[in-house]
């Protein structure tokens, strides 16, 4: 099956910190440029972060700036989001996806149709 494959949720307290890993099944995530999204109950699904193919350039939602990073590792064809000082508001499943025409690497913005593959998704809980 052809999908993003995402691990790293979990509990924790407000404050503390999680790193994410997204994973490729079925293509080569180092061809795509990839985004972290989430998606709270009852909510739309939201751009989280984003990365470009060559890992140079990057985007983060105003909510998350400054407490999230978001890295790849080309070697080992992985995506990193580092969460630190997590509020309970980031509380969501967090899926990632892949975009083939890379349009963040052109200086566009991440829209959620322009990804594929998505995967499970990720549960993250932020409380106390």
């Known amino acids: 099956q052809v999908q993003a494959v995402e691990s790293g949720g979990g509990l924790v307290p407000p404050g503390g910190s999680l790193r994410l890993s997204c994973r490729a099944s079925?293509?080569?995530?180092?061809?795509?440029?990839i985004g972290w999204f989430r998606q709270a109950p009852g909510r739309g699904r939201e751009v989280v972060s984003a990365?470009?193919?060559?890992?140079?350039?990057?985007h983060y939602s105003d909510s998350v700036k400054g407490r999230f990073t978001i890295s790849r590792i080309r070697a080992q064809n992985v995506v990193y989001l580092q969460m630190n000082d997590l509020k309970p508001e980031d509380t969501a499943v967090y899926y990632c996806?892949?975009?083939?025409?890379?349009?963040?690497?052109?200086?566009?913005?991440?829209?959620?149709?322009?990804?594929?593959?998505w995967g499970q998704g990720t549960q993250v809980t932020v409380s106390s």
């Open positions: 996806a892949g975009d083939y025409s890379d349009s963040i690497a052109r200086g566009g913005a991440p829209e959620v149709q322009e990804y594929y593959y």
């Open positions: 990365i470009s193919s060559d890992g140079g350039t990057t």
């Open positions: 079925g293509f080569r995530l180092n061809d795509y440029a």
